[in-house]
Each structure stands twice: as structure tokens, then as C-alpha cells.
């Protein structure tokens, strides 16, 4: 009889152990994105109308649709070209350990790219280092800007300088579709 009361107390201790790791578990992560920052990217929420200049002038235009997706903890975009000939995805998030955003952008032309930053003033900016095709290291950036409820820009910059000085690539206005 000895040794069953010894199992039952040892059953009971277990399972009091993992009930309460189980609560506190719960209590710490019934709201994982609730940090303020984690509703920095929100204004990017939506269907949005895109248009562009390329270098020779030439007016383009696409679409990107931003959904907050797994809980509301991710923004997930999905970008295409007007001609259909460019698109992407990208997936970002708040990262409270590291008081950052994190992004990861895929697209049919083989780029892998991931970002890290976040709000400077009344601007979200993301960064990267990279090396360009004759193997110098630059920086690279998105600045998403005059942020408005139905429109803002965002900027395509890189920096060979370590980010002293920035050269804009693209230049995207945005405008709400819905």
C-alpha cells in the first residue's frame, strides 16, 4: 500500500508542476501581440493602388494587398505588378524581444530579402545590409512616409556610405482601394 500512495503522491505533484506552468503559460501569452508597437504597421492594412515612375519616365502601376493574418500578429502582403510581370510577398512582424520589426520578403524574380527596423518619428523605416552585384556591401531601406489614412509613399533607397547618405531606386504612391 506504501508504494501506490508514494505513486498517487508523486501523480499529484506532476500534474500540479504542469497545471501550473500550463496557467502561467497562458497568463503571459494570452495576448502575444498586444505590445502598442505591434499596431505600428496597421496603416499598411488594406487593398491598396499603386503607381510609379520607371527610370525612363514610363508611368507603372500595381496592386498590394495587406492582410494581418495568424492571430493578427502578422502583416502579410502580397504585391503584383500592373502587366502581371512582377510579384511578391512579404511577411512582417513585431518582435518584442528585440524592440524591432522583422520582415521577409520572397519574389518570382529569386529575392530573398529580410528587413529589420521600425518607427522613426511619423515614418516606418526597414533596413538591410546587402551586397550588390559587384560585391560591395551597401545598405538598403524602405521609408514608408507621408502616412495618411488613404494614402502614403514609400521609398526604395540604398546607402553605399553605411547609411550617411541614401539614393532613391523607386518611389511607390500608394492610394486606398479599400
Request: net charge neutral; with cysteine.
Amino acid at each position: 500500500m506504501e508504494i501506490t500512495y508514494k505513486a498517487a503522491l508523486a501523480v499529484i505533484f506532476i500534474l500540479a508542476v504542469t497545471l501550473s506552468i500550463a496557467v502561467t503559460h497562458a497568463q503571459t501569452n494570452d495576448k502575444p501581440c498586444s505590445a502598442p508597437e505591434a499596431s505600428q504597421f496597421d496603416f499598411w492594412v488594406g487593398k491598396w493602388q499603386l503607381n510609379w515612375k520607371d527610370p525612363d519616365g514610363t508611368v507603372k502601376s500595381g496592386t498590394n494587398v495587406i492582410n494581418k493574418i495568424l492571430g493578427s500578429c502578422v502583416i502579410e502582403e502580397n504585391f503584383t505588378s500592373g502587366d502581371s510581370t512582377f510579384f511578391g510577398k512579404s511577411v512582417s512582424m513585431y518582435n518584442p524581444a528585440k524592440k524591432l520589426w522583422q520582415q521577409t520578403w520572397v519574389d518570382n524574380s529569386g529575392a530573398y530579402l529580410d528587413f529589420t527596423g521600425g518607427k522613426e518619428g511619423d515614418k516606418m523605416i526597414l533596413k538591410r545590409k546587402a551586397t550588390n552585384r559587384k560585391g560591395v556591401e551597401v545598405m538598403q531601406r524602405m521609408v514608408f512616409y507621408d502616412i495618411s489614412q488613404n494614402e502614403f509613399k514609400w521609398d526604395w533607397e540604398y546607402s553605399s556610405d553605411e547609411g550617411v547618405t541614401w539614393s532613391l531606386v523607386w518611389k511607390i504612391n500608394y492610394t486606398r482601394m479599400q
